[in-house]
């Protein structure tokens, strides 16, 4: 079996998502524009990135592609970066997972094997598989994201981290019972738990979540980091309302949107060369700029005050 998770590397904190900037009338990355995108995340006083992940629509782009995309974004960036190496196979996540530990990457993210629904005993043995195939020195966490692919249970997830062969897990179920089950193993086990979700992110990094990986932090990074600041400092309760409020509008007015598009043209509007989205935008997509200008200029404000 493979040997277990390596300790050295404890992240906490907020991880941004990262969006994946695509050349426009093609499926290939625009790699000049996505290293301007780790250098704004890296100067936003963030504690990593997390590369090629569901905000960042890896399942557009080939195995080449992402591997060099990660290669250059580890060589580049001035905080850790963990490589999302999912994929609809097993081999193609093994080979991913081992490019990405060979060029750095400070660990590797793995959800189910995304479109196919599995039963909970098929996801348990791919991750073991995984584990045992890839045989990396880079820390393996696992990704629950039901919203995308098949559920990661949270008794599976207690079960595979029981292993050793994991580090951690990241959680974007927006599932507080869910979450809690987490928590109580997290104690126990010692494993580092990272909420994908931004509407339970205060009251789990409250309740001891070792912190957030973001896709709002691609866009909106210093809203994210001010509110895990304001939580981890004990600020004025009053305070961490004031900025988990601002956060939870920008979630309700992104999820009017199809996953990931909101991030992605928040971010276009900070300055960020983004390329296309998937498919064409709409008037609800038109709708939520206007929106987003005139919000952030107050939202921004408010976390700089």
Known sequence: MAESAPAAFEPSGVLAAAITPRKAGSDTIDLAAM?????????????????????????????DSRAKAAALAVKR??????????HSTLDGAVWLAQEASAAGAAAVLLMPPP???????????????????????????????????????PTTAIELLETGHFGGIKDSSGDQAGFSQLLEASRRLGFRLFSGSERIYAWARQNGAHGIISGAASAIPELVVALD??????????????????????????????????IK??????????????????????????????????AGQQVRA
């Open 35 to 63: 290293l301007e995108v780790v250098d704004f995340l890296g100067a936003a006083r963030l504690n990593g990135i997390v590369l090629l992940g569901t905000t960042g629509e890896f399942f557009h782009f080939d195995l």
């Open 115 to 153: 479109f196919i629904p599995y039963p909970q005993a098929a996801i348990r043995q791919f991750f073991l598989d995984f584990a045992n195939r890839a045989a990396i020195s880079a820390p393996i966490y696992l990704y629950n994201i039901p919203q995308a692919t098949s559920l990661l249970a």
């Open 77 to 86: 960036s001035r905080v850790p970066v963990i490589v999302n190496a999912s």
């Open 229 to 262: 600041r304001a939580i981890t400092s004990n600020a004025d309760p009053a305070r961490i309302a004031q900025i988990n409020t601002r956060l939870v509008e920008f979630i309700d007015h992104i999820e009017t949107l199809p996953m990931t598009f909101g």
């Open 265 to 298: 043209l928040a971010a276009g509007l900070r300055g960020l060369k983004t390329g296309p989205t998937a498919i064409p935008l709409d008037e609800a997509a038109r709708q939520f700029c206007d929106w987003f200008s005139s919000w952030w200029r107050d």
